[in-house]
């Protein structure tokens, strides 16, 4: 009787396993019951874990955006208030302006260094160096980004620090690096990127890894030497290694704080001050949460449309083999 | 075989499975008291939860306090909890985290900083047990400056009894000005003859040496100057009321008639004349290399900085002393004096004290352990050493500064003493957002030329503007 059975499709309507599975009491209903919901249950703990500490904050987040809250009071509903005071407000405006200036100047230095570092590791080093360097390059991302920002406000200190001390023995006057407003933004941009290219000199190493050799040979055979071999053979297999960095790297630096926070407190002025700076300000200095709130929608809305667009335009110009 | 090896396999995951769930119940059962935060001093039973700004090590600093009162009070059982933090506007948004979470303490010590941020939303007035205790207070009034007192008054109430307070004095290097040929700055010295003093001590010492050092916070910064030369970044206005303190404790008090219901600072005045010409002159000395361009952050580099003989100037207030001390500086090494005179010589002042929280479980016992925490003893415990300076007149004495210096570390109480209308840090409600506004302007205004200057005091005016907008 147990193997009159219809021929029914299927991978799950073998016999033979599915006596074992009756024998394991799979084939129960219970069984099926649980080979539905199983997957669930394990997942169960991730999903809840997300709802709780990743979709509930975002939603609690937007709809804080529409209220006025000072932790202590009772929140009241303001409608769109907070956005419109956000957009009036000169500081917000000034703090996504440097945002975005410091976004386009810090990853463009951040993948243009990672990439030519990386080219130089693979091509001209020995293993050994290699492996030195790539762990040389990657550690300062594994520092905590305030204790190196301590460290090194005391390197650009104008009166004592050690870099306008080593300028003074090549007879350069003392350089006001983060009492000024060029200045001050030059040393928040130089610390970013020295604290993050690692990471995109890694992703870099292994997407050079992953050119085939055969493709630089053919290359050479075709005549392409030097810069010609990286425009025309590197630079297109590495586009979508590029891609990645670049949506990481921009990503990163749209939510930049601890540099900026710590070596200049966002001055001279508003000259440092970013779009995080200023919501953790707006929250945790005013009490004003639902500001904040709004400039994080906000901040998020840019984020999406630029990772968007990223996205987009790659169809145009990241080629996969 | 298979039979064999499928049951060994089922088995094995169970048993892993299970021990990873009694692993998980086992680690979760262990940290409960983390999780539910009951391991928090004075959560989950009856203590009295004392928030203070520190580490661990200030916590159990206090022990020593917490013994003697147990000995007074042994009915109340007290823990105190170190919350460290960056600077007080970092310590206050971490007690309001607190708030928030439902787990305030009971009592926290609070800075001029905050003084008005708890008075407006957080902290019980203390009026009804001083009223009720005006006998047994009567000797910490009688030791404590008015000024300090009325820095906790707002709107009329007593919201927290000072413990100990800083004034902007000016250290001075000893060696340095000797080197420039000085004596001793008269009392009285003016911002003018400080100016020559700064450029005396340029001509006379090494090249990597900073006459004046000073530092971009509300503290010591640009503020001094400002009460110095009689004016603020914001209008000040006293609160009617307090009669029932100042009639009660300082009848007699020369300065009787300067007191009121607490400050007020309600509307931006970086457009006043005087805020610019007291700006202009930082800008000179920053100009003429006298001073540093002020960079924003505490004094704790400043100290080695200040010991090895590389800065000749400073103000702080009698914290110093200690820190100064233990870098290595002797006796004779540094000084002090009052800050130098402008129109006045009006300093500036930032105290401290116990709050009780309007959500304190045991309001009563709160304030016992207030009411000792002000008393001779408890200070006496707290204050072995001159890092800070204690409220009470009493203590403030050779004795406190013996092996240390300074030499003239009467300035101290003096400042409060000689100059009455002595001044607490300009701090409303809204401090945090007002002190953000002030800094970021700072370097600004005295970096570059009077254009410049004139825009970083408009932009001050509008941001200041924008921090104040909502009044409580």
């Known amino acids: ?321 | 075989m298979s039979g064999t090896n499928g049951a060994l396999r089922q088995f094995t995951r169970r048993s892993a499975l299970t021990a990873l769930g009694a692993g998980i119940v086992g680690v979760t059962a262990a940290s409960w008291p983390r999780l539910t935060g009951t391991d928090i001093p004075g959560r989950g039973d009856n203590s009295l939860s004392i928030a203070i700004m520190g580490t661990a090590a200030d916590a159990a600093a206090r022990q020593k306090v917490i013994d003697a009162f147990a000995k007074v009070h042994p009915e109340i059982k007290v823990k105190v909890q170190a919350i460290q933090a960056v600077d007080w506007k970092d310590f206050f948004t971490k007690i309001l985290t607190m708030v928030a979470a439902g787990t305030p303490p009971d009592v926290v010590y609070v800075a001029t900083e905050g003084a008005q941020l708890f008075a407006e939303k957080l902290a019980h007035p203390l009026d009804e047990y001083l009223r009720r205790d005006a006998a047994d207070m009567k000797e910490y009034f009688e030791d404590v400056h008015p000024s300090l007192v009325e820095a906790f008054m707002y709107k009329g109430s007593l919201f927290q009894l000072p413990i100990d307070w800083n004034a902007a004095n000016m250290y001075y290097n000893t060696a340095s000005l000797r080197s420039a040929g000085l004596e001793r700055p008269a009392d009285d010295w003016t911002h003018t003859d400080f100016r020559s003093t700064l450029a005396a001590m340029k001509k006379a010492n090494p090249k990597d040496f900073t006459p004046y050092y000073w530092t971009n916070r509300l503290f010591g910064g640009v503020v001094p100057w400002l009460y110095a030369n009689e004016t603020s970044f914001l209008k000040e206005t006293k609160s009617p009321g307090g009669e029932w303190l100042w009639d009660s404790f300082y009848a007699n008090d020369p300065s009787r008639s300067l007191r009121s219901g607490g400050y007020q600072w309600l509307e931006p005045n970086a457009d006043d004349p005087r805020v610019f010409e007291s700006f202009d002159y930082l800008r000179g000395l920053v100009k003429d290399g006298l001073g540093v361009r002020p960079e924003e952050g505490g004094g704790s580099a400043l100290i080695g900085l200040f010991a090895s003989n590389r800065i000749g100037t400073t103000p702080a207030g009698g914290y110093w002393v200690q820190g100064l001390h233990e870098a290595g500086m002797t006796e004779d090494g540094f000084d002090v004096q009052f800050f130098p005179k402008w129109r006045t010589q009006r300093h500036q002042f930032g105290t401290a004290g116990y709050a009780i929280m309007k959500t304190a479980k045991d309001k009563d016992a709160a304030w016992e352990w207030v009411k000792f925490s002000s008393s001779l003893e408890a200070m006496q415990i707290v204050f072995p050493t001159p890092n800070t300076t204690p409220a009470r007149r009493s203590m403030v004495n050779e004795q406190l500064y013996a092996g240390t210096g300074p030499r003239n570390w009467k300035v101290f109480y003096d400042t409060l003493d000689r100059f009455p209308t002595t001044g607490p840090i300009p701090a409303p409600p809204q401090q945090a957002a007002v002190e953000t506004a002030l800094m970021k302007n700072v370097s600004l205004a005295v970096s570059g030329d009077e254009r410049q200057l004139k825009d970083a005091l408009n932009s001050m005016q509008r941001d200041l503007e924008l921090a104040l907008r909502r009044q409580p």
């Open chain 1, 1 to 321: 009787m147990s193997t009159a059975t219809s021929t029914p499709t299927g991978t799950g309507s073998d016999p033979g396993r599915r006596q074992a599975a009756h024998k394991n009491g799979h084939g129960s209903k219970l069984g099926r019951a649980q080979q539905r919901w199983l997957p669930w249950a394990f997942l169960a703990p991730t999903i809840a874990g997300m709802g709780i500490f990743t979709l509930l904050p975002i939603v609690a987040s937007i709809a804080l955006a529409f209220f006025r809250w000072d932790i202590i009071s009772a929140p009241t509903f303001v409608g769109f208030d907070n956005f419109a005071e956000v957009v009036q407000d000169p500081t917000v405006r000034v703090s996504f302006l440097n945002t975005i200036v410091f976004v386009v100047v810090a990853v463009a230095l951040q993948l243009g260094l990672a990439l030519g570092l990386a080219i130089m590791v693979q091509e001209k080093l020995p293993a050994w160096l290699r492996v030195f360097f790539r762990s040389a390059f990657f550690f300062p991302l594994i520092l905590s980004a305030a204790s190196v920002s301590i460290f090194m406000r005391y390197l650009f200190n104008e009166q004592f620090g050690v870099v306008n001390w080593m300028l003074s023995i090549v007879g350069i006057p003392a350089v006001p690096w983060l009492t000024t407003p060029g200045g001050s933004a030059a040393v928040v941009i130089l610390v970013y990127v020295w604290q993050n290219f690692g990471f995109s000199f890694l992703l870099f190493i292994g997407g050079l890894a992953s050119i085939p050799v055969e493709t630089y040979e053919a290359a050479s055979i075709d005549g392409a030497t030097g810069w010609r071999k990286h425009w025309f053979v590197t630079l297109p297999l590495l586009s979508p290694t590029t891609l990645v960095a670049s949506v990481m790297a921009i990503i990163n630096a749209l939510q930049v704080f601890d540099q900026p926070y710590v070596l200049t407190r966002g001055g001279p002025g508003d000259s440092t001050r970013t779009a995080v700076m200023v919501i953790f300000e707006s929250a945790f200095q005013r009490l004003e949460f639902g500001q904040a709130s709004a400039i994080g929608v906000i901040l998020t809305l840019i984020i999406m449309a630029i990772t968007a667009a990223q996205f987009r335009l790659s169809k145009r110009f990241v080629f996969y083999q």
